[in-house]
């Protein structure tokens, strides 16, 4: 009998060990389409848009402000970029304070350490304004909450208590 190519030198004998090494390792899973960086990281447009118009009109004073659809990408792939610089500054500080959750006070020392002073006022002045209107909301959130138990107290005693004065009447 004439051997086949890549046959065994014995008839019969089975696979070589070549062919079951090559039948026995797994062809890698596809991998998956990469996704493109723009879509994954890039500002919501209308976002960047209105920001950018709103405080244009505020410096220039008219109401009517054109952004060129470049420029607007520009502005927005600049603020993507400044976020990822400053998220990575801060999280170094946090890094070396030894915690795993970055907070307030690191942002406002990786604004001071990128040399951005001019920022950490404005931000401490947003951050105290936004604080009060969600505490306000919060305190109105829960006494509106207690109102309303209040309210299904009052009108839940109020049924007992008509319930009872039936009973004694018809009794």
């Known amino acids: 009998m004439a051997k086949k190519k890549g046959e065994g030198a014995e008839a019969g004998s089975g696979p070589s060990a070549s062919q079951v090494a ?40 008219e109401t009517d402000v054109n952004v060129n659809k470049d420029a607007l990408l520009a502005f927005g792939e600049s603020a993507r970029i400044f976020i990822h610089y ?17 907070n307030v006070e690191d942002v406002l020392k990786a604004l001071e350490e990128i040399e951005f002073n001019e920022f950490i006022e404005p931000l401490r ?41 039936n009973l004694v009447e018809s009794g």
Do not use: H
Not at 32 to 41: I, K, N, Q, S, T
Not at 86 to 101: F, G, M, P, V, Y
């Open 86 to 102: 400053l998220s990575a500054t801060a999280n170094d500080i946090c890094k070396e304070s030894k915690r795993q959750t970055i």
């Open 22 to 61: 090559e039948e026995a390792s797994p062809s890698p899973a596809p991998a998956p389409p990469p996704v493109p960086e723009a879509d994954v990281e890039e500002l919501p447009r209308a976002i960047v848009r209105r920001l950018v118009k709103e405080k244009l009109s505020e410096l220039v004073g």
């Open 125 to 165: 002045s947003a951050l105290e304004d936004f604080r009060k209107k969600n505490a306000a909301k919060k305190s109105g959130s829960k006494s509106e909450k207690k109102r309303k138990a209040e309210q299904d107290l009052t009108g839940s005693q109020t049924k007992t208590g008509s319930q009872e004065e």
